[in-house]
């Protein structure tokens, strides 16, 4: 089975690499090209559930990072 990584994108969409499905709430599977899938999480994606680059425009702004934690931490 192939991994997928997803990537959390400084100020912008999520990077999703692997083989993945999208699917809308009626169950609906959105056709993927190949290569990474970029999703929206600013919210002003005129292509939702996709990334349109909307976030450059509308000055999005979340550096996530993951917490690092010292090992025996919970």
Request: glycine letters at 12%; aromatic letters at 6%.
């Amino acid at each position: 089975m192939a991994d997928v990584k997803v990537t959390v994108r400084k100020n912008a969409s999520y990077m999703i690499e692997g083989p993945i499905t999208v699917v809308d709430p009626e169950g609906n599977t959105f056709t993927l090209g190949e290569g990474p899938v970029f999703l929206c999480r600013c919210g002003h994606s005129g292509n939702k559930p996709f990334c349109d680059g909307s976030h450059k425009r509308e000055g999005f702004n979340a550096d996530t990072r993951a917490s690092v934690k010292e090992p025996g931490q919970s």
